[in-house]
C-alpha cells in the first residue's frame, strides 16, 4: 500500500474509489467496506484509496473528553495494508479543516483523487455538522458521474461494530468482545492485550 501525506502532491490515481473515515482499530465493519472497495475498483478497473486524518478527528474536536484511539496511525496503516488497500492519503485534521462543509470537502476529495466512486456506511457522516451524508452527496456525485456505493451496517449479536463500541469494551476491559467486533488481537504499544 502506498501512504500519502503531502496532500499537495497526490498521484493521478486510476478511477479512484475512495472511502473516507478514521477507520480505528479496522474492525470486522471496516473490513467490510475495504471488500466492497475492492469488487468496485476491479469492475472499474481502477484503484482502491483510504482517506483518513490525524489526528483521529473527536482529539482535535472535543479535546476535553477522555477519548483514546484503538490504535495508533500507524498500527492502523499496517491493518489496512493487509487488507490490500492499494493507496491511503493521511490529511492533518484541524479545527479549521473541520469547518469544511461537506460540499467543499466533497469537491476537496474530488479534485485530489479524481474519484470515480465512494463507499461508504448507510450511517456515514462527514464535513461540518455531520451534513455530508448519503442523501445530501447524491446531487454533487451525480453531477461529477461519481458513483454511491452506500453498504449496510454490520451488526453482530443485535449490536452495530462500531469503533465506539469496542471503545467501551476495553474501557471495561472486556477484551474478549472487543476482539471479536475488530476481528483480529488487540494490541497496544505492539504487545497483546491479555484477557
Do not use: W
Amino acid at each position: 500500500m502506498k501512504i500519502y501525506k503531502d496532500i499537495e502532491n497526490l498521484p493521478d490515481f486510476r478511477n479512484a474509489v475512495v472511502a473516507v473515515g478514521s477507520f480505528d482499530g479496522v474492525h470486522l465493519g471496516h473490513r467490510r467496506i475495504f471488500e466492497y472497495m475492492k469488487e468496485a475498483a476491479q469492475r472499474l478497473g481502477g484503484e482502491t484509496v483510504v482517506v483518513t486524518f490525524d489526528p483521529h478527528p473527536q482529539l482535535v474536536l472535543h479535546p476535553e473528553r477522555e477519548f483514546f484511539t484503538i490504535n495508533t496511525l500507524e498500527e492502523n496503516i499496517g491493518l489496512i495494508g493487509a487488507e490490500g488497500i492499494d493507496n491511503m492519503v493521511v490529511l492533518p485534521f484541524t479545527k479549521e479543516f473541520s469547518q469544511l462543509s461537506f460540499q467543499d470537502f466533497l469537491n476537496f476529495l474530488i479534485k485530489k483523487t479524481g474519484m470515480r466512486a465512494i463507499v461508504m456506511g448507510a450511517d456515514h457522516n462527514f464535513g461540518k455538522g455531520r451534513e455530508g451524508n448519503k442523501e445530501s452527496m447524491r446531487e454533487i456525485c451525480a453531477k461529477n458521474s461519481i458513483e454511491i456505493i452506500i453498504i449496510p451496517e454490520l451488526m453482530m449479536e443485535e449490536s452495530k461494530v462500531r469503533s465506539s463500541k469496542i471503545r467501551q469494551y476495553i474501557e471495561n476491559k472486556n477484551f474478549a468482545d472487543a476482539e471479536k467486533l475488530l476481528g483480529h488481537p488487540l494490541k497496544k504499544n505492539g504487545e497483546p492485550v491479555a484477557n
